[in-house]
T-cell receptor, first 114, second 109 residues
Framework: DGGITQSPKYLFRKEGQNVTLSCEQN?????MYWYRQDPGQGLRLIYY???????QKGDIAEGYSVSREKKESFPLTVTSAQKNPTAFYLC?????????????FGPGTRLTVT | AQRVTQPEKLLSVFKGAPVELKCNYS??????LFWYVQYSRQRLQLLLR??SRESIKGFTADLNKGETSFHLKKPFAQEEDSAMYYC???????????FGTGTRLLVSP
């Protein structure tokens, strides 16, 4: 479980401010993912990255941005353009790039924007 | 487009009763199906995947390509099975996981 860390656990921001959520892994996994978890909607993919310096949009990328400068790190920025940013954000990693590999999840960050 | 449907938001059973959490999928390629579980105050974790065909904590799931289903079953539910369960779909050459909306299982004593 300690292989994926997300910080902070709770984050509070004022509307109109950008905020960056941290995701770090020491599993040496190639792929990293960001999901948003809302009640009744399951997990929705925001962005994912298969290799360093490359990433792809998921299903709900609008209002979010990411970077992958290091294999271990995949920070997510929630911008002021995101209409409904209050949510629980989950980071995940996967060892390989094919679909059959298990994804491992971090503990999550709960973001509240007021 | 890939899609996973979990029709039940909440499934409430008594301890010792059989449990079946339904999952249907839509995917034109060769699917890879997973069940993930999230216990209270714990991380989301893999419960089982169809390619391994194993039983974890008494749960099993069979991929039925004809009915495009991957229902999760357990013959005798335990209180510690209470959790949120997500069915997820991937596929050959498909880099993402598509999740269903989840089913909350509540097992009462």
């Amino acid at each position: 479980d300690g292989g994926i860390t997300q910080s902070p656990k709770y984050l509070f921001r004022k509307e109109g401010q950008n905020v960056t959520l941290s995701c770090e892994q020491n599993l040496n996994h190639d792929a990293m993912y960001w999901y948003r978890q809302d009640p009744g909607q399951g997990l929705r993919l925001i962005y994912y990255s298969q290799i360093v310096n490359d990433f792809q949009k998921g299903d709900i990328a609008e209002g979010y941005s990411v970077s992958r400068e290091k294999k271990e790190s995949f920070p997510l920025t929630v911008t002021s353009a995101q209409k409904n940013p209050t949510a629980f954000y989950l980071c995940a990693t996967k060892m390989g790039t094919s679909g059959g590999y298990e994804q491992y999840f971090g503990p999550g960050t709960r973001l509240t924007v007021t | 487009a890939q899609r996973v449907t979990q029709p039940e938001k909440l499934l409430s059973v008594f301890k010792g009763a059989p449990v079946e959490l339904k999952c249907n999928y839509s995917y034109s390629g060769s699917p890879e199906l997973f069940w993930y579980v999230q216990y209270s105050r714990q991380r989301l974790q893999l419960l089982l995947r169809h390619i391994s065909r194993e039983s974890i904590k008494g749960f099993t799931a069979d991929l039925n390509k004809g009915e495009t289903s991957f229902h999760l079953k357990k013959p005798f539910a335990q209180e510690e099975d209470s959790a949120m369960y997500y069915c997820a779909l991937s596929g050959t050459g498909f880099q993402k996981l598509v999740f269903g909306t989840g089913t909350r299982l509540l097992v009462s004593p």
